[in-house]
C-alpha cells in the first residue's frame, strides 16, 4: 500500500469501529476501502473481520452501564452466536470465490436496507409490548445472525438489534449493548479461524485495527450526536460502489 492508501484505510476503520458501535454495518465502510486499495475480495474480508474486533472490544467496554443485569442472556446465546460464527466461516472457506462475490452483493445490498429502515425500525421496537425472555426464537435468530456474521458480517449488528426488540423487553440501548457483545463474540471466533487457515493481509488487519479501536471508543461516547441521515446516506453510497466494484470483477 502507498502512504496515502493505509491513511484511507485507517481513516476506514476509525469510522467502522464507531458506525459498528452505534448502529451497526461498519463493514460496509471499510470493506469497500480494502477493494479500493487492491486486496482480493476474500483477503479483504478476513483482514476486516479480525481488524474490527478491537473495535469491538473497545465499544463493548463504552456500553458497560448498560450491560449490567444482562450476563445470564448473554451467556444463553453466546453459543449461538459463536457456533454460527463458525458455520458461516467455513462457508466462506470452502465456497468458490465467483460464489463469494454474488452473495456479499446480495448482503451488501441487504445491509443498506436495514441501514435506511434502522430508524423506523428502532421507533417501532421502542413501541412494542412487554416481552418474554426470547425463548428458542431468540437463540436460533442469534445462530443465523452469526452465521451471517461469520461470513461476511454488514449489517449483523441491525438484525441482532430489531430481533432482540421483537423478542425482548428492554431499553433500545440496552439492546444495543448486548449487541455489541454478541458481534463481539461473532468477530472474534471468526478472527480465530481465519487467522490459522485464511490469506491474510497484516498490514491491513493493523491498519482497520488501530481506526477501529478509535472509532470504537468514540462511538460509544459521542457516535449518537453524528448526523444520522447523512451517516445513512454515505453508508449507502460506499454499498451500491461495493456492489457494482464486487460484480465488476
Not at 44 to 55: E, K
Not at 182 to 196: C, D, G, P
Request: hydrophobic residues 55%; aromatic residues 6%.
Amino acid at each position: 500500500m502507498t502512504p496515502w492508501e493505509m491513511a484511507a484505510v485507517l481513516a476506514a476503520g476509525v469510522a467502522g469501529g464507531g458506525i459498528n458501535t452505534v448502529v451497526g454495518s461498519g463493514s460496509l465502510i471499510t470493506f469497500p476501502t480494502l477493494l479500493a486499495v487492491g486486496l482480493p475480495p476474500i483477503t479483504a474480508n478476513v483482514s476486516n473481520n479480525i481488524g474490527l474486533v478491537p473495535g469491538g472490544l473497545t465499544g463493548a467496554m463504552g456500553y458497560r452501564p448498560e450491560l449490567k443485569g444482562q450476563r445470564e442472556r448473554l451467556l444463553r446465546l453466546a453459543p449461538a452466536s459463536v457456533i454460527g460464527s463458525l458455520a458461516g466461516g467455513l462457508l466462506l472457506l470452502n465456497l468458490p470465490e465467483s460464489s463469494f462475490n454474488v452473495i456479499v452483493s446480495v448482503l451488501i445490498a441487504l445491509s443498506c436496507v436495514l441501514v435506511v429502515i434502522q430508524p423506523r425500525l428502532s421507533r417501532m421496537l421502542a413501541a412494542r409490548p412487554v416481552q418474554g425472555h426470547g425463548g428458542p426464537w431468540l437463540w436460533i435468530g442469534a445462530l443465523a445472525a452469526g452465521a451471517y456474521g461469520g461470513y461476511f458480517g454488514a449489517g449483523q449488528g441491525i438484525l441482532l438489534l430489531g430481533l432482540m426488540g421483537i423478542l425482548l423487553n428492554e431499553e433500545l440501548q440496552r439492546l444495543n449493548a448486548a449487541k455489541n457483545v454478541l458481534v463481539l463474540l461473532v468477530n472474534f471466533t471468526a478472527a480465530i479461524l481465519y487467522a490459522l487457515v485464511a490469506d491474510v493481509d497484516w498490514l491491513a488487519v493493523l491498519l482497520v485495527a488501530l481506526g477501529s479501536m478509535i472509532g470504537g471508543f468514540l462511538g460509544a461516547r459521542v457516535g449518537r450526536r453524528l448526523p444520522a441521515p447523512i451517516l445513512r446516506g454515505v453508508i449507502v453510497c460506499i454499498g451500491v460502489v461495493a456492489i457494482v466494484k464486487l460484480l465488476a470483477a
